[in-house]
């Protein structure tokens, strides 16, 4: 009879949480394996949809995932807690104590056991060293982030409204985050207007900074060309070939010695993976931090190491670049190991991960939507944009949502997303 093989995955989000269930659904529910899932986090948002929540123009409560509740469904267990230490001698790695928001411990440093251990851990926003960003800049890599983000520009905007004063908005990165949340947050000021304040809009004063030549440099240029057009029809301040050198309480200080005032400050520029993966015990990893894999996604030094996502570069071998950091490759890549990994437990081989690319899609909230469709499909490498690509992206979430929960649970919480919008505010009011 086979052991039953302990396997701890680190991360919950797009990778992380995907494996965790299928493998539960697979191996845990018959008892062939014991299925952990760690993460700091109590619940699991999908992380392309951050910026609605820092904008407040989406329920965090219908969005968000228990953890605990979800494993209990798919025969996984949760554990909270950081990774931040390694032992691969003897398999273990090592939890971060917990604390309360005041310092107190209120669960020591753990350890935890495996037989296989895949990182998820994804990636965030890359300081790349700039003086001030840590101290003056908001971030949105994670949900306790974007909703720190939301309390602070409620906080603003009521300023403005009380004083009638104007709301500056400065955002750093001009990729999909910093776009699609300067989108977001012209829409929620049109909203907020039907609630009493009909100007609010129009003291909104956003800019969005991008050091390339180009907003949406890892998109399409067609992508990148109507997008922009989209940003400033609605009002939007886009300066490229822009390089932002400090933060300060003011605002962000240009190269050349220029200053763009701001009440709200958020970098969203660059991508690194966590810096204790550069500790770990002999891992490799490059310049971002992100652990170098196989093309079979396994660590260069140890085979029962896997890592995925954000936090992986792998380079195809027909590729001179590594795969990109997006939510496609992430959940391309958990399949693919839940669909082997069984199959590598009892003695087989790994199939090498081929990632198809299907495409690349960007939401400007309401207004606007763009984007290509990749290599694979009826209609390859076209150009898409409107409402179309609006049902498209939305599409994305949704199929996520369905591998998480099935097709009729799923379909159960549209219908309720769909009912509580008839009834709830259109946007976060408290």
């Not at 509740?69 to 917990?98: I, K, N, W």
């Not at 306790?144 to 983000?149: M, P």
């Not at 009909?198 to 240029?221: K, Y």
């Not at 009002?235 to 400090?246: F, I, K, P, S, Y």
């Amino acid at each position: 009879m086979n052991p039953i093989r302990k396997i701890l995955i680190v991360g919950g989000g797009v990778a992380g949480l995907n494996l965790a269930t299928k493998l539960g659904d697979q191996l845990g529910r018959i008892g062939k394996a014991e299925i952990t899932l760690a993460d700091r986090s109590p619940t699991h948002i999908w992380k392309p949809m951050l910026h609605t929540i820092a904008a407040g123009t989406w329920d965090v409560q219908q969005q968000q995932v228990s953890y605990i509740a979800h494993a209990s469904e798919h025969h996984f267990t949760y554990q909270p807690g950081e990774m931040c230490g390694l032992d691969r001698s003897v398999r273990e790695v090592t939890l971060a104590p917990l604390e309360m928001p005041d310092g107190e411990v209120i669960v020591g440093q753990r350890t935890l056991g495996y037989d296989v251990l895949i990182l998820a851990i994804g990636s965030r926003a890359n300081d790349f060293g700039v003086p001030g960003v840590t101290a003056h800049c908001h971030f949105i890599d994670s949900q306790a982030q974007a909703e720190a983000f939301n309390l602070t520009l409620r906080g603003r905007i009521l300023r403005s409204v009380v004083n009638d004063e104007i709301l500056r908005v400065a955002i750093v990165g001009g990729g999909a985050t910093g776009v699609e949340l300067s989108a977001e947050l012209s829409r929620l000021l049109e909203l907020a207007a039907s609630y009493g304040d009909a100007n609010i809009r129009d003291r909104l004063h956003l800019t969005l900074l991008e050091s390339g030549s180009r907003i949406l440099a890892a998109f399409p240029e067609e992508v990148s060309t109507h997008s922009a057009a989209q940003l400033r029809k609605i009002g939007v301040a886009l300066h490229a070939d822009t390089r932002v050198v400090g933060a300060e309480a003011e605002g962000f200080r240009l190269a050349d010695g220029s200053l763009v005032a701001a009440d709200l400050m958020v970098w969203a520029a660059g991508v690194k993976a966590a810096d204790f993966l550069t500790r770990l015990d002999g891992l490799e990893v490059n310049r971002s931090n992100q652990v170098l894999v196989k093309p079979t996604m396994q660590t260069l030094t140890d085979p029962h190491i896997f890592v995925l996502g954000d936090c992986a570069s792998l380079t195809p071998e027909e590729g001179a670049r590594p795969l990109p950091p997006t939510a496609q490759v992430a959940n391309q890549q958990a399949d693919h190991l839940a669909r082997h990994l069984e199959s590598w437990l009892e003695g087989g081989t790994l199939p090498d991960f081929v990632f198809k690319d299907l495409g690349s899609l960007v939401s400007l909230s309401q207004y606007n939507a763009f984007g290509t469709l990749g290599k694979f499909g009826f209609f390859k490498g076209g150009f898409i944009r409107g409402h179309f690509a609006q049902l498209s992206h939305t599409y994305l979430y949704r199929r996520h949502q369905i591998g998480l929960h099935g097709m009729v649970r799923a379909g159960a919480m549209w219908l309720a997303e769909r009912i509580n919008g008839l009834v709830r505010p259109r946007i976060r009011l408290s």
